[in-house]
């Protein structure tokens, strides 16, 4: 990069840092892996500033979907880990004083990373299913199989406690 | 509970929210710099200082460690404002740090006055001492009121301990305990003071997400540290041992807590260690 992209490089940075990292948190969970995503997508939008400099954030937020979806599809990744003890969340005996926004906040945090990256996509993004289709590089119908099986997924870490599916 | 899209969304979004700002001119520089991650060891500016074979001097260990996070070090070097840049020459006199083993000689040689940043200051009632470091290592600066009988001794301790060091250099959490040793301040000198003016000093390099440093002197004390910028110090005036000898320099330990006061990394049995770099 050259002085000139580089100050627009890190104009752009400057004005878009909260949102991006609030999308990476959203995906990863927690701060460190969700700085280390966004600076990843980062390192890899400086190598194509000229390309994408017209729309550089969406190129960083596809990235950023790739990237964790990827990083949960290494081998590296369990798909489902046991972890030590079961998040902090309702026990069957305790549901009437646990808030529900908990619950389902830990449920989401339990979803893998493919199936919460849909939802992201469609929910909190609010994309359209064929756009979601793109970014993730899949069909229509996967999208839809992936949102159907995610909220089931979801209703069902709700309804009882989580134990084998965990954040990362 | 009904678990639908306005449910997903309006939670996602709560989740979003518990994510903080980042340092964004620290991953433009990182991103430039071509580094995947985080915790990738910045790059060196300066060359590597030659190793040449030599005695090991001291190693500050930490030991105890409780929390293991991925962590990388200080996103980077404040700048000094013209009072610090006084403060760091007037700590360095002979224009750069000096050897443990001479302190009339320069060490490392290439290590120049002007590359060193007044990271972090840690006042009491007597003085101060402050962690000066640049992106190889540090010293540490205690004004004198007798520059003549207590001329300053900026021993330079690479991050990490060991050469060439970096900012990252040792960095295994979200606290690292760079420095426990001892300084004198001659400024606490009285004739009813057995220690000499010394002074326990701890200090090091914190996570982003650390806004607060205690220090457990072992000795019935606890302080909380000066922390700023990703660095951290702290005080307290040396006592002497039964045998009205030695130094009482117990094993110490260090909490780092964030911004709600949740401990979240802590160095137990910090061993007292002269400064220096392991091996030359």
């Given at each position: 990069m050259?002085?000139e992209?580089?100050r627009?490089?890190?104009?752009?940075?400057?004005?878009?840092?909260?949102s991006?990292?609030?999308?990476a948190?959203v995906?990863?969970g927690?701060?460190?892996?969700?700085?280390?995503l966004?600076q990843?997508?980062?390192?890899k939008?400086t190598?194509?500033?000229n390309?994408?400099?017209?729309n550089?954030?969406?190129?960083?937020?596809?990235?950023?979907?790739h990237?964790?979806?990827?990083?949960?599809?290494s081998?590296?990744?369990?798909?489902?880990?046991?972890?030590?003890?079961?998040?902090?969340r309702m026990a069957?005996?305790?549901?009437?004083?646990?808030?529900?926004?908990?619950?389902?906040?830990?449920a989401l945090r339990?979803?893998?990373p493919?199936?919460r990256?849909?939802?992201?996509l469609?929910?909190?993004?609010?994309?359209?299913?064929?756009?979601?289709?793109?970014?993730?590089?899949c069909?229509?119908?996967?999208?839809?199989?992936?949102?159907?099986?995610a909220?089931?997924?979801?209703?069902?870490?709700v309804r009882?406690?989580v134990?084998l599916?965990?954040w990362? | 509970?009904?678990?639908?899209?306005?449910?997903?969304?309006?939670?996602l979004r709560r989740?979003?929210?518990?994510?903080r700002p980042?340092?964004?001119?620290?991953?433009?520089?990182r991103?430039?710099?071509?580094?995947?991650?985080r915790?990738l060891?910045?790059?060196?500016?300066a060359?590597?200082?030659?190793?040449?074979?030599?005695?090991l001097?001291?190693?500050p260990?930490t030991?105890g460690?409780?929390?293991a996070?991925?962590?990388?070090g200080?996103?980077?070097?404040?700048?000094?404002?013209?009072?610090?840049?006084q403060?760091v020459?007037?700590?360095m006199?002979l224009g750069?740090?000096?050897d443990?083993?001479?302190?009339r000689k320069?060490?490392p040689?290439?290590?120049?006055?002007?590359?060193?940043?007044?990271?972090?200051v840690?006042?009491?009632?007597?003085?101060s001492?402050?962690?000066?470091?640049?992106?190889t290592g540090?010293?540490l600066?205690?004004?004198q009121?007798d520059?003549?009988?207590?001329?300053?001794?900026p021993?330079f301790?690479?991050?990490g301990s060991a050469?060439?060091g970096?900012?990252?250099?040792g960095?295994s959490g979200?606290?690292?305990v760079d420095a426990?040793?001892?300084?004198?301040d001659?400024n606490?000198?009285?004739?009813?003071?057995?220690?000499?003016?010394?002074?326990?000093?701890v200090?090091?390099?914190?996570?982003r997400?650390?806004?607060?440093?205690?220090?457990?002197?072992?000795?019935?004390?606890r302080?909380?540290?000066?922390?700023?910028g990703?660095?951290?110090?702290?005080?307290?005036?040396?006592r002497v041992?039964?045998?009205?000898?030695?130094l009482?320099?117990p094993?110490?330990t260090v909490?780092?807590?964030?911004?709600?006061?949740e401990?979240?990394?802590?160095?137990?049995?910090?061993?007292?260690?002269?400064l220096?770099?392991v091996s030359r």
């Amino acid at each position: 990069m050259n002085n000139e992209q580089k100050r627009d490089f890190a104009d752009f940075v400057a004005a878009r840092s909260d949102s991006l990292i609030r999308l990476a948190y959203v995906l990863t969970g927690d701060q460190a892996t969700a700085e280390d995503l966004l600076q990843t997508a980062l390192t890899k939008t400086t190598s194509r500033w000229n390309k994408i400099r017209d729309n550089p954030e969406a190129y960083v937020r596809k990235v950023m979907y790739h990237e964790q979806v990827s990083r949960w599809r290494s081998p590296r990744w369990g798909r489902e880990k046991l972890v030590d003890s079961p998040p902090e969340r309702m026990a069957s005996d305790r549901t009437a004083e646990v808030d529900d926004h908990l619950a389902l906040q830990q449920a989401l945090r339990a979803l893998p990373p493919r199936k919460r990256a849909v939802l992201v996509l469609r929910y909190y993004e609010d994309l359209p299913e064929s756009e979601v289709a793109t970014i993730m590089g899949c069909s229509v119908g996967t999208v839809r199989s992936q949102t159907h099986q995610a909220i089931t997924r979801l209703r069902e870490l709700v309804r009882k406690p989580v134990m084998l599916e965990a954040w990362k | 509970m009904n678990v639908d899209e306005k449910t997903i969304a309006a939670e996602l979004r709560r989740l979003a929210d518990a994510s903080r700002p980042v340092n964004e001119q620290a991953m433009v520089a990182r991103a430039v710099a071509g580094a995947r991650r985080r915790r990738l060891t910045w790059s060196l500016a300066a060359s590597a200082v030659a190793v040449a074979a030599g005695a090991l001097i001291a190693v500050p260990l930490t030991l105890g460690t409780t929390t293991a996070t991925p962590a990388s070090g200080p996103a980077g070097l404040p700048a000094n404002t013209s009072a610090q840049l006084q403060s760091v020459r007037d700590c360095m006199p002979l224009g750069g740090p000096v050897d443990g083993m001479d302190t009339r000689k320069r060490y490392p040689a290439d290590a120049d006055v002007k590359d060193f940043r007044e990271l972090v200051v840690y006042r009491d009632d007597v003085g101060s001492t402050a962690l000066v470091g640049s992106e190889t290592g540090f010293v540490l600066c205690t004004p004198q009121k007798d520059k003549e009988a207590f001329p300053s001794s900026p021993v330079f301790t690479p991050w990490g301990s060991a050469l060439p060091g970096d900012l990252d250099a040792g960095v295994s959490g979200p606290l690292t305990v760079d420095a426990y040793t001892t300084e004198t301040d001659s400024n606490a000198m009285s004739d009813d003071d057995q220690s000499g003016g010394r002074y326990r000093v701890v200090a090091g390099r914190v996570a982003r997400e650390v806004t607060r440093v205690e220090i457990d002197w072992a000795d019935g004390r606890r302080t909380d540290a000066a922390v700023a910028g990703g660095f951290f110090i702290g005080r307290v005036p040396a006592r002497v041992n039964a045998d009205g000898k030695h130094l009482d320099t117990p094993a110490v330990t260090v909490t780092a807590y964030d911004q709600t006061g949740e401990v979240i990394d802590r160095r137990a049995e910090v061993p007292y260690a002269p400064l220096g770099p392991v091996s030359r």
